[in-house]
């Protein structure tokens, strides 16, 4: 018997990616609203979170294991795409080649840290989620996001910052930016949330799908059960 996937869990799942790789190129970029400073990513990566709470509310969290390690690999792919193109030599006459491998280019140390910090604050977030899901017996779907954004979020600065920035700010700095990166995106959340409340109650009527994680291991690495 064929597994079918759906059109709606499909699209997510593509969306979810596509937030995942255009963050990562956007941290390169330090923007300033105010006195709130931040990276570019923070634009679009609590999108991802958004999705991933969605993807474990509607479908579960095997599903939503499914995804993030999806979002994983084509992620690995593109910096090894991007690794490869810094490092064939321009062409003489293009201007352009600083400034594409200061996109491009990112430090190994920076890679690493971001994909162990997605890992960690996806994974975490997806279980949070699941697990709150099943005590409240599928209630309170509000404070569920929110718990759960902010446990994701939060591990995901406190992988990312450290693993990326020590010995190269100072300690203190580093705390303020993973305070204020954790903050920023979980108000992210919040700001958005009648909107994602709305959206997850519409496709939970059209999928007929409402899964609770009963009989479901919620060790990250197992992968045979889909």
Not at 86 to 109: C, K
């Amino acid at each position: 018997m064929k597994k079918m996937v759906s059109l709606p869990f499909m699209l997510l799942g593509i969306l979810f990616v596509v937030c995942l790789v255009v963050s990562n190129m956007m941290e390169t970029k330090i923007i300033q609203i105010g006195p709130i400073t931040a990276t570019a990513g923070l634009l679009v990566f609590p999108v991802s979170y958004i999705i991933n709470d969605c993807i474990s509310e509607v479908w579960g969290y095997k599903k939503a294991r499914l995804i993030i390690w999806s979002g994983f690999a084509v992620n690995f792919l593109v910096v090894g795409i991007s690794q490869l193109a810094v490092s064939i030599p321009a062409a003489p006459f293009w201007e352009g080649a600083e400034s594409f491998n200061f996109v491009f280019g990112m430090a190994p140390r920076i890679v690493v840290a971001s994909l162990c910090a997605f890992l960690t604050g996806s994974f975490l977030n997806a279980y949070v989620m699941s697990r709150m899901k099943m005590t409240s017996g599928g209630r309170h779907f509000s404070l569920r996001a929110i718990v759960s954004t902010l446990a994701g979020e939060s591990a995901d600065s406190l992988v990312f910052f450290p693993f990326a920035f020590w010995g190269i700010l100072r300690q203190e700095e580093l705390f303020l930016m993973i305070v204020t990166q954790a903050g920023l995106k979980s108000a992210y959340e919040i700001i958005v949330l009648p909107v994602t409340v709305r959206f997850v109650r519409y496709i939970k009527k059209i999928e007929g799908s409402d899964v609770y994680d009963t009989d479901v291991s919620f060790n990250p690495f197992n992968m045979k059960d889909l």
